[in-house]
């Protein structure tokens, strides 16, 4: 598969740092102390999963990334570039090299972005969707707030894109783009006729308006697609971080020698800490039906933060027989989990995952929904939603923890292979007892 790498921005505010240098030039180490700039660390993370045909497209001190990575022999790869001179906008230049890019999908990286990430997982996953155009890398970060969202259907399809300006629902989903695609050329093709412009055009003059003609990626070819089920949110807890501004930069190079960049690859295995939800996360009060229920406990959003700048990914494991029971709809849980997504947000804290069991084994009651009242493999005691969490992100169980309130957690996460955390005063074969969420993360950050 053919990679583009948008390399021109300026970096304006990382440039008080690097004066002389583009942004994807700038240097960092990694644990072994090795220094190289940042495209170099990514264009051989590519390498490495056999991407090794690339097209940079470049402007911005361009003759400086040309000499730094030449034809990208040295590097086992074949690099080329695409030298943007004239105002293109960011996706212009893709109509340039249209002939370039074949007929087949290929991935859109912007070099805005540090990244490693695990891309033939991604592509398997734009390839399930049969009527997929376009795949976005989408994640959980620290300030949703103040970020564009993602919303998307159950079936990853996304339906709206928000800027941060926009209004959004007063709960959602903790899901931001990152910059990374994974596009089909047809859509160039589609948005040529679409938009009915020619593509020889762009970086020239409208004769109607007088303008340049530029194309915006986010605006013009990616947000029409919302609603059609063309494009789809690939959820990912792997490492894709800014880096545009010295503070960033800092925490980026921190990351990079702490070996936590390469270590969040799904590649290689992750080690989580599952978190039971009622009692542990929330308030408990009995069976959650109603939103204005959820109310999040003291410390949480700190023990949360926490788990996410340690390594950890953070994964809620949760029984809600109150889906069975119908009580609560899924839309109505999503909801609650919307919540406490927002809350949480709020705090700077965020979930890598949400697994709940809906069913419910007692049959016989008014109301329940029939064919979620079975004895499945999923809900707590038993480990089924950890081990499905486990395969989904390629988590080592042996390296991972299970924190929970009741005896139900300690066993699941016994039975899944886990360490255990029990917040209550009461021994069920637990290695670490606590009394609120905050000291059992404190206390498994340092075993
Ligand atoms: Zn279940």
Not at 25 to 53: A, F, H, M, T
Not at 242 to 271: H, I, W
Request: charged share 25%; glycine share 8%; proline share 5%.
């Amino acid at each position: 598969m053919k990679t583009v790498i948008m390399a021109g921005g300026k970096g304006t505010r990382i440039s008080q740092l690097f004066p002389d240098i583009p942004k994807p030039l700038i240097p960092v180490r990694d644990k072994n102390g090795v220094e190289k700039s940042v495209l170099e660390w990514e264009l051989l993370s590519l390498r490495d999963q056999g991407y090794s045909e690339v097209l940079l497209t470049v402007s911005h001190m361009a003759e400086k990334i040309q000499s730094y990575f030449g034809d990208g022999s040295k590097m086992g790869m074949k690099i080329e570039y695409f030298v943007e001179d004239e105002p293109l906008g960011n996706a212009g230049a893709l109509f340039k090299i249209r002939e370039w890019l074949g007929s087949d999908p290929f991935l859109l990286l912007n070099a805005d972005a540090v990244f490693d990430v695990d891309f033939n997982r991604m592509v398997d996953f734009h390839k399930s969707h049969s009527d997929a155009l376009v795949t976005l890398f989408t994640h959980p970060n620290s300030h949703p707030y103040d970020s564009g969202l993602i919303i998307a259907e159950d079936d990853h399809s996304v339906s709206a894109w928000l800027t941060k300006e926009d209004n959004r629902p007063q709960w959602y989903k903790n899901r931001v783009n990152a910059g990374l695609h994974v596009v089909d050329p047809a859509l160039l093709d589609m948005t040529i006729q679409r938009m009915e412009f020619n593509p020889e055009d762009i970086g020239g003059i409208d004769p109607k308006t007088q303008k340049v003609i530029k194309i915006d990626l986010d605006r013009q070819l990616l947000k029409p697609l919302c609603g059609l089920h063309r494009m789809y949110a690939y959820d990912s807890p792997e490492y894709v971080k800014d880096m545009g501004t010295p503070e960033r930069y800092e925490q980026v190079c921190k990351d990079y020698f702490a070996g936590v960049v390469s270590a969040k690859n799904l590649s290689n295995s992750q080690k989580a800490i599952f978190i039971d939800r009622d009692g542990t996360i929330n308030k408990y009060v009995g069976f959650l039906n109603h939103i204005e229920d959820f109310e999040l406990l003291p410390g949480v959003a700190e023990a949360i933060r926490k788990i996410n700048e340690s390594g950890f990914l953070a994964v809620v494991i949760t029984n809600q027989p109150v889906v069975a029971r119908g009580e609560v709809s899924v839309a109505e849980l999503n909801e609650i989990h919307d919540k406490m997504e927002t809350l949480l947000g709020q705090e700077g804290a965020y979930l890598d995952g949400i697994y709940y069991c809906p069913h419910h084994p007692d049959k016989g009651f008014e109301g329940e929904v029939i064919e979620l009242k079975i004895d499945c493999d999923c809900r707590k005691p038993k480990p089924g939603l950890i081990l499905r969490a486990a395969q989904d992100l390629n988590i080592d169980l042996t390296r991972s923890w299970m924190v929970g309130d009741g005896k139900n957690d300690v066993t699941a996460g016994k039975k899944a292979g886990c360490h255990t955390a029990l917040l209550k005063r009461e021994s069920l074969g637990q290695e670490i007892t606590a009394d609120y969420l905050l000291e059992a993360v404190d206390a498994i950050l340092k075993w």
